[in-house]
C-alpha cells in the first residue's frame, strides 16, 4: 500500500499503448525479454527469492509463479509475503542479516533507496524501462539510473460510499474542512456513522494519512530537508496543526474505540453500509468487491481547511518498487522474471484485471472497467495532474512508526495539539541521519 508526480506528459484517455518497442544494443537486456537468462547450458535450476509486503496481491502471485515456471523450467520462484501490518522493513532487516537475503524484494524509493543503495542492482539496461510513466519512475531514479519496477500507482483519501452520500443530499465530495464536517452530520441524519477509523494500524497514520500534511508544504522538499539540518520544525507549523483538525474530525463523527480498529474491520464496516467513509487507498476495490460485490464507491482527496484548491489534489504514489539485490547468485534469472512481469500477457493481465493496479508502464493497457471505480477516479486526477506525491519514503527509517504512536497519543486525548507537534519533532530528531 503508496510519489509525488508532476512531469506527467501523459495521455488523456484511460487506455495505454499496448506498443512494447523491441529492445536493442544490450545482451543482458535481450537476454531478459526472451528468458534466456534462466536458460543455462549445464541446464541447472535457479531458485529467486522473492521478499514482498503487498498482502493483496499473494493469490495472483502464486498463479503467476505457477504459469513462469512453466515457461521458464529452469527458474523457480520462492514467493514470500510480509505485510498487512507487519513491520516489512524490520523484517527484510533480519533477512539479510541471517543470511537467507532475497533475490528480488520491495523499496519504496527515495530515503529508502539511499538506505539500500548498496545492495541494489543497476536495471538501466532493462528492456521495461523505457517505458516507465514518468510520475512512476521517479522515486527509484538516480543519478540518470534506474533501481527497480514500479509495480503501480495508488492514489490515497477517502473512499467513500456513493449511494449513501445521494441518499444523505450531498451532491459533491467536500473540498473543505468545513464541506467535510457539513457532509458528516448529513450522514448522521439519515442513521449513518460517517467514518470508519482504523486507527490501530500504525502505516495508515504514521505513512499514509500524514503524508498530506508534508505534501501541503510550500516546499515539500525544502521543509524536509530543514528538518534534517535542524533549521525547520514541525512544532508550530500551521499546516500540520490543520491536519491533526482533520484528525479530530474523524474521530469525532467515526466508530467507538478507533484505536483498536484494524483495516480488515473498518473494510467490513464500510462494505456493509455501517460507515459511509474510509481512509484508504484504489487498492481497497478488490477488498470491497470481496464483500460486496458491485458497490458504488468513490474516492476524494482528504480536506484539512478551507483552502478548496490545495485540498483537491489526491496523494499517489508508488507503494513498492520491485528491486533486484546486486548481490544474489540468481539476479539474472530475477530480472528475467520482472521483464516477464510486465510484458508476459498473463502478467498484464493480473495487473489490470486482477490485481486493479493502475499501471506503471504506458506498455500495459488498462480500461476503467479493468481498474474499477477506485482506479478510476485516481486515474482523473492524476491525468488532470492535481496529485500530490506519497512523502513517507522521504522520511528517516523507522520515523513512519514513531509517527503513529504519537499520532495515537493524540487520537486518545493523552497529547494536545502542541504535545502532538512536539512528539512528531522528536520523533525525526531521533531517527535522522
Known sequence: MMKKRSALLLSSVMTMSLALAACGGNNAANNAQN???????????????????????????NELKVEFEKENPNIKLDIQTVGGGADYAAALKTKFASGDAPDIFSNGGYAEMDLWGDKLEDLSDQPWVKDLIPLAAEPMTKDGKTYGMPMNLEGIGFVYNKDLFTK??????????????????????IGVTPFGNAYQEWWLLGNQGISVAFAQQDDVDGFIKGL??????????????????????????GQKNPLTTDANTHLAM???????????????????DNITPGMNIGMFPMPINEDAAKNDKMTVGIPAN??????????????????????????KEYIVKKWKFIPALSTIEATPEDIGLLGSD???????????????SKFPDGVTQEFASVIQQLIADKLDVNGWMEGMQAAWDKLKK
Do not use: C, H, R
Open 228 to 253: 534534517n539540518d535542524g533549521t525547520g520544525s514541525i512544532v508550530g507549523n500551521k499546516v500540520f496543526e490543520d491536519w491533526s483538525n482533520l484528525l479530530k474530525l474523524t474521530v469525532k463523527y
Open 35 to 61: 528468458g534466456s537468462a534462466g536458460n543455462n547450458a549445464a541446464g541447472e535450476v535457479k531458485t529467486v527469492k522473492i521478499f514482498q509486503f503487498k498482502t493483496e496481491i499473494v493469490e495472483g502471485l
Open 270 to 288: 464500510f462494505a456493509k453500509g455501517e460507515t459511509a467513509i474510509m481512509q484508504e487507498g484504489n487498492w481497497a476495490q478488490t477488498l470491497v
Open 378 to 392: 485516481v486515474w482523473n486526477y492524476v491525468k488532470e495532474e492535481k496529485v500530490y506525491g506519497l512523502q513517507s
Open 322 to 347: 520491485l528491486v533486484v539485490n546486486k548481490e544474489s547468485a540468481s539476479k539474472e534469472e530475477a530480472k528475467v522474471f520482472l521483464n516477464w512481469l510486465v510484458t508476459s500477457d498473463m502478467g
Open 168 to 189: 444523505a443530499g450531498i451532491a459533491e465530495t467536500p473540498k473543505t474542512l468545513s464541506e467535510l464536517e457539513d457532509a458528516a452530520k448529513k450522514l448522521q441524519a
